[in-house]
């Protein structure tokens, strides 16, 4: 069986986006469904509609594997990722990637966010110095914090840290965060065990750190 039927992801992700700038009359009747509904039932179409479009898109193949909806661009995971979201659907638990490859300067920016600048800059040369970053890059943001030379101040945390490595996974595309479809880091506990049962069989982790719920990688 061939790969090349699946539809665009970023396609099927802007369905399962939110409403944006106009809402569409499905889009509002999913909103009035949640309203009286509940999440439950709201999750249960919208993890219909991969299919749909998966139809819509006239691939006509139904061997092929449906694929995890989100941004898939650089990642060599995306056999073990659609494996999870088949296990997940088929559990009830509807997902797709929030974030999965990142470039150098996407991390150090997540890296710098909820940290002092202090705190920062003796990380990243740190980082240098084990050759994880060049050290061009690292002067270059270091000056860009800098209080002394600008008045950038360094980015919210949410609250806290949100990376605690400069070569995540997430750069060599071995690592993706996986949230539920529409509830993304609101779902169940149920689900994420469910996800990290997924993983596992797939050869996959969370994290780490295991705490980092939504982060799967290659070990
Ligand atoms: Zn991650």
């Known amino acids: 069986m061939s790969r090349t039927h699946v539809p665009n992801s970023d396609t099927i992700e802007a369905h399962l986006k939110p409403p944006k700038r106009t809402p569409s009359g499905a889009q509002e009747d ?59 659907k088929a559990a009830g638990h509807p997902t797709r990637i929030h974030t999965g490859f990142r470039t150098l300067d996407q991390q150090i920016q997540l890296y710098a966010k909820g ?15 084990a050759g994880i970053v060049p ?27 949100v990376t605690w490595k400069f070569d995540s996974r997430h750069l060599t595309g071995e690592a993706a965060d996986v949230v539920h479809a529409t509830l993304a880091w609101g779902a169940s506990p149920a689900f994420w065990v469910a996800l990290k049962e997924a993983a596992i069989a797939q050869g996959l982790q969370i994290g780490p750190p295991s705490s980092d719920l939504a982060h799967v990688q290659r070990p």
């Open 135 to 161: 050290q061009a890059t690292c002067t270059e943001w270091v000056d860009h914090f800098d209080p002394a030379k600008g008045n950038r101040a360094m980015p919210a945390g949410e609250p806290n840290e």
């Open 30 to 88: 999913l909103l009035a469904l949640q309203q009286a509904a509940g999440n439950g039932a709201v999750a249960t179409i919208l993890d219909r509609q991969p299919d749909a479009e998966m139809a819509a898109a006239g691939g006509g193949d139904q061997n092929v594997a449906p694929a995890m909806p989100g941004p898939r661009h650089g990642l060599v995971i995306l056999p073990e990722l659609d494996a999870i979201y088949a296990a997940m």
């Open 115 to 129: 940290r002092s600048f202090a705190t920062f800059k003796r990380d990243i040369e740190a980082a240098v110095k």
